[in-house]
């Protein structure tokens, strides 16, 4: 019996006003404020499912640091704002960690393992401060969970994924888009498409538009652990540990029920060298946290996740290209 052949197909095109490249919290963002309007959105990603590795812990309403190295990440004022605007805000809220102590400012356990300063919310000039805490800690998986789920409830939302972007261009008015997955390549055609696939922008490669700027020679770790950090005098909610050598972040991921904390430090250029072997970057986690952690010895602690990456500050020269239009890490990190 000879087997079946499968009809060969024309390849069709998929067709949506908007599509965004990437399920990051940057894209899906943008597409609950769209679909929010009514308009038809897709959102297509590489992988099968929220990316799960250790990044942005915190959306605060006050202070503002880097939120590129995906440690500790403090947002301005207007994020906890615009998650209100759309009613992300009581979701967000509900599942993580409201922090009414502030941010500790101190030295590592290797040292003199003092608190230097601590920043409360009252300290702040009256009106700064819309919240009557410092943030909300919720790791960055949780909060692009929570971003879908809410997209998911309008009908002008569509996700698919396991869609490797591979190129686009822009014919009559339109852009078309091509993505490779399992089942082959599928064809796409939107008013506009949206790169909103971080740094390593895949979109921004395919215009060839140069991200200026530079890499940082230093290594920098984020690892979640379970730690009782709370447990020893001097270590709260948000800890900002300053030292030439041993500089650190330690921070709740979320509810202190849950246990899990944020601990991220920097690697110079010479320690980061073999550090993208599994083995050796394990090595350097046990050397850090031994210089970190307080408490007795030996350190009992319950790695989760690791994830070593490099810290850029580079922007692209240009944010728009007819119909196509770059979002957040996409565009610019630092």
């Known amino acids: 019996m000879s087997p079946t052949v499968p009809r060969a197909t024309k390849a069709s095109h998929e067709y949506h006003r908007v599509i965004i490249i990437g399920a990051g919290p940057s894209g899906l963002f943008l597409a609950l404020k769209l679909v929010r309007e009514g308009i038809d959105v897709l959102v297509l990603e590489v992988g099968n499912e929220i990316s799960q ?122 852009v078309e888009i091509v993505t490779a997955g399992a089942q082959g390549e599928q064809w796409f055609t939107a008013d506009y498409l949206v790169g909103a696939d971080g740094a390593g922008s895949a979109v921004r490669k395919a215009l060839c538009i140069p991200f200026e700027g530079f890499t940082w020679k230093d290594r920098f770790v984020a690892s979640n652990v379970y730690y009782d950090f709370e447990k020893y005098e001097g270590y709260s909610t948000a800890n900002m540990v300053v030292d030439t050598k041993d500089w650190a972040v330690i921070a709740r991921t979320g509810k202190p029920e849950e246990g899990l904390w944020r601990v991220a430090f920097g690697v110079s250029e010479e320690e980061s060298a073999g550090m993208d072997n599994p083995e050796a970057l394990r090595r350097k986690v046990v050397e850090k946290y031994e210089a970190l952690f307080p408490g007795p010895r030996p350190l009992q602690y319950k790695l989760q996740s690791v994830n070593p990456y490099w810290a850029h500050q580079r922007v692209a020269t240009e944010f728009k290209r007819g119909r196509v239009v770059l979002c957040g890490d996409a565009g610019h990190v630092r």
């Open 53 to 174: 590795s250790p990044r942005a812990t915190t959306f605060v309403s006050s202070f503002a640091t880097n939120p590129a190295l995906l440690t500790f990440a403090r947002y301005v004022p207007i994020v906890l704002h615009e998650f209100e605007k759309v009613g992300l805000y009581d979701s967000v809220a509900a599942a993580g960690h409201l922090n009414e102590k502030g941010i500790i400012f101190r030295t590592p356990y290797s040292t003199t393992n003092e608190v230097l300063a601590t920043v409360e919310v009252a300290l702040m000039p009256k009106g700064v401060a819309k919240y009557s805490y410092t943030g909300i800690h919720l790791g960055q998986h949780q909060l692009t969970a929570i971003i879908l789920e809410h997209a998911q409830k309008h009908p002008s939302f569509s996700i698919k994924w396991g869609q490797r972007f591979s190129g686009c261009r822009e014919v009559d008015g339109k």
